[in-house]
């Protein structure tokens, strides 16, 4: 979603926008946040469910194909644009005749958008390595990994001084995404007495393990600075010196646009996804990979031999700022004007 919306950002300010999402879905308050607006159709998964809830889900993607098809016929777009998700579905059979721009966020696509792959006349992509998961080539334009303008407006010095850290204590980073990440929370619990004699802690908890994260660090001093959710995500990456996350897609874009080094932790109980992305960092010297089963264990010496090795430190910035394509937005703009005008 958030790749998708960034776009629109680029987008002239003539250029009519229609965002079609599920029926109750959750991005509909984020897309009348950015004043777009929004129709919501019927959509279900068909892989990996139960012989039981088959059925029920074939009727929801019948149905939202014909209510894409009513929408289509309304609004005569000129290009589709897919981020993936299984709402896409049913759009992109309603719109075969028309032109259509797919994004693919993650290194390796996920089963709906290697199904979207076959109705697209474009398909964008993060990096190179993705076209190898593609069979027609010709079709592909490795664009990077689209950034908002809110992140990019934040260098290091306003970022401390938006935290109010000290400018000469290093600043770690623990991010789950906005559910958040619970072997990562309850990690950084279990050693944060030892983090901060020695840094300045942002801790980004996600919404589900929020309460029970506040409770256990009640009365910390100010070098421990904890969040459910912060809308100022440029401000925590300026200031960080090494972040420890998970590995979804926006890592491919967000860390090396501020050359952040990272701890990669792959969530483990989903296709491998995460872990393509976190592989692609880590062979290029920009990131380090721990898996989720040694976190408790090996988290706090992970973090003490990078900042410690700050020529390791300062060689894994350079090679995660090699590899940021900040105009990533905008030529995905270009290419969704292209199609229109062909």
Not at 39 to 52: D, E
Not at 181 to 198: G, Y
Not at 263 to 273: F, G, Q
Not at 305 to 312: E, V
Request: glycine share 6%; no cysteine.
């Amino acid at each position: 979603m958030y790749p998708a919306l960034t776009v629109t950002e680029r987008l002239n300010s003539d250029t009519e926008v229609l965002w079609v999402g599920s029926e109750g879905g959750m991005e509909a308050e984020l897309i009348a946040r950015a004043n777009l607006p929004y129709k919501g159709i019927r959509a279900a998964g068909v892989h990996g469910i139960s012989a039981q809830q088959l059925p029920g889900n074939l009727v929801k993607l019948w149905q939202g194909y014909k209510q894409a098809k009513r929408i289509l016929s309304d609004y005569q777009p000129d290009v589709l644009m897919f981020t993936g998700g299984y709402v896409a579905i049913p759009m992109a059979l309603a719109g075969l005749k028309i032109k259509t721009l797919l994004f693919v966020p993650d290194i390796e696509p996920g089963l709906a958008l290697k199904t979207l792959a076959r109705f697209s006349d474009k398909i964008a992509v993060t990096v190179s390595d993705s076209k190898r998961y593609f069979s027609k080539k010709e079709r592909i334009e490795v664009t990077g990994y689209p950034l908002r303008k809110d992140l990019m407006r934040w260098i290091k010095a306003d970022a401390l001084e938006y935290f109010g850290f000290d400018r000469e204590k290093p600043v770690i980073l623990f991010t789950g995404g906005s559910s958040g990440a619970r072997s990562i929370n309850k990690a950084v619990i279990a050693i944060l007495k030892e983090l901060l004699q020695r840094y300045q802690v942002i801790h980004l908890t996600g919404h589900l393990d929020w309460e029970t994260v506040r409770t256990a660090t009640a009365n910390l001093p100010r070098s421990y600075q904890a969040f459910p959710y912060l809308h100022e995500m440029g401000a925590a990456y300026a200031a960080a010196d090494l972040v420890v996350s998970r590995a979804g897609a926006s890592v491919l874009g967000e860390y090396p646009f501020f050359g952040l080094p990272a701890i990669l932790v792959p969530y483990p109980y989903a296709w491998r996804y995460q872990k393509v992305n976190a592989d692609y960092l880590v062979e290029r010297e920009a990131a380090v990979l721990l898996e989720d089963q040694y976190l408790q264990s090996q988290l706090l010496a992970q973090i003490d031999t990078l900042i410690q090795d700050q020529p390791r430190l300062e060689h894994m910035r350079r090679a995660m700022q090699a590899l940021s394509q900040p105009q990533a937005a905008e030529r995905i703009a270009s290419l969704i004007y292209e199609m229109a005008e062909g």
